[in-house]
């Protein structure tokens, strides 16, 4: 399911999702194992083991609910379709429109969700909706069609081949891309999204999912060591909070990074995916500048099936991933903190010492406790601490000691 925006000559997906895990030959083997029951019924004969029956079969199931798209029932011969010691046996089964629905109803169902989830991801609803393009064979199944206007509202377009759209929207574009073809832009989205390995086994996304390309983003990392020379840079895909949960993409190192206190250096990372889904991950210090980066050309060639798992994994984990994330946010916080707090506390005397000293040790507890709440609760006085005291601090990332950064 994708939702376009087309304006003259501008084409602009705002949202694609879909299910890998559903087409034409799904709704094909619920009618092959139909057909094998009822012959076991009559015949008392089991036709799975026989590879050739089971071939005619399915050739048969295939022929059958092309049929059903125009037809109210079907006949299905399928002459000496096995042998046996008493003699060869043959199938002869109608098959009605009505039978082939409710065999399939679960399937036609199963195309509502990624419908809604487009329109969500675009933020719109059916009432927003201008047209309906059917694409694929099975979309001329009757069922498919009444759940497609059931969820939009609006009656399918006819004017095109459903089998063969897709290959001319391949052509055209391919000659946009090249330049044979003018007067046409179309502008797609990231089917995913794409970050980095941040520490505590945390995603920090720096693109999301369903982002118009061309596109370029940035953000602004540090180390959580002292005097840390090198990071190393994990660039992922994916949605679930954690990083390990996501597709790798690659790795690289940025090396000679200006030693310095944990929380100093600025390292801009940046993201950069042009209209052919190549990804362009780059890494800089920004005090010596020193950079580093990689090309990744087949991040857009993630499956479909590995899409949808993707999707499904970060959904049905969003919220139990999501509070891990955040108590891993605020644990890389705290002891960023503590981090600073020791280096600059040596430049502090009398009472802004002491204070300093008394919420680094209760910020050291807090850390060791695992208590959520205790541990905000002295975040926040290790920050008022050092404002007080004169101290300037910086919301800046982190990066653990093995070079995987964090927000």
């Not at 002891?335 to 506390?345: F, I, K, M, Q, V």
Request: include cysteine; hydrophobic fraction near 35%; glycine fraction near 8%.
């Amino acid at each position: 399911m994708s939702i376009l925006d087309i304006s003259h000559d501008v084409i602009q997906v705002l949202a694609t999702a879909g299910n890998s895990h559903l087409g034409g030959d799904d709704f094909d083997a619920c009618i092959a194992k139909y057909l094998v029951e009822e012959f076991n019924k009559k015949e008392h004969t089991d036709l799975i083991r026989d590879a050739s029956a089971m071939a005619r079969i399915r050739e048969a199931a295939e022929k059958a609910k092309i049929e059903l798209s125009q037809a109210a029932s079907t006949q299905i011969s399928l002459p000496f379709l096995i042998q046996t010691p008493s003699g060869p046996r043959h199938m002869d089964q109608v098959l009605t429109r009505e039978t082939f629905e409710r065999l399939t109803m679960h399937l036609v169902n199963k195309t509502e969700e990624p419908v809604r989830q487009a329109m969500r991801d675009a933020g719109i609803t059916s009432r927003d909706l201008k047209k309906v393009l059917l694409v694929g064979g099975s979309t001329r199944i009757p069922a498919v069609q009444r759940k497609v206007r059931e969820l939009t509202g609006l009656d399918p377009f006819r004017g095109i081949n459903p089998d063969e759209c897709v290959a001319l929207g391949a052509c055209i574009q391919g000659g946009v891309l090249s330049g044979k073809v003018g007067g046409l832009l179309l502008i797609d989205v990231t089917s995913l999204s794409l970050g980095i390995e941040t520490v505590g086994d945390v995603y920090a996304k720096i693109i999301d999912r369903n982002t118009s390309l061309p596109v370029e983003r940035s953000q602004i990392f540090s180390t959580a060591a002292s005097f840390q020379t090198s990071v190393e840079i994990n660039v992922l895909q994916g949605e679930n909070p954690m990083a390990s949960a996501n597709r790798s993409l690659g790795r690289f190192r940025l090396e000679g990074i200006r030693r310095a206190p944990a929380g100093v250096p600025k390292i801009e990372v940046t993201f950069s995916i042009d209209t052919n889904g190549i990804v362009h991950v780059s890494a800089r210090d920004q005090g010596t500048g020193r950079s580093q980066d990689i090309t990744v050309s087949g991040a857009s060639g993630m499956s479909q099936q590995d899409i949808e798992r993707a999707m499904r994994d970060a959904e049905a984990y969003a919220a139990q991933e999501g509070n891990r994330k955040k108590q891993e946010e605020l644990k890389n916080r705290a002891e960023s903190l503590l981090s600073r707090a020791r280096h600059e506390a040596r430049k502090l005397k009398g009472d802004d010492r002491k204070r300093i000293d008394e919420v680094m040790q209760d910020l050291e507890n807090a850390i060791r406790s695992q208590d959520t709440a205790r541990l905000e609760m002295y975040v926040q006085a290790m920050e008022q601490a050092l404002n007080q005291s004169g101290v300037w601090t910086q919301n800046n990332s982190e990066v653990h000691d093995d070079g995987a950064m964090d927000v």
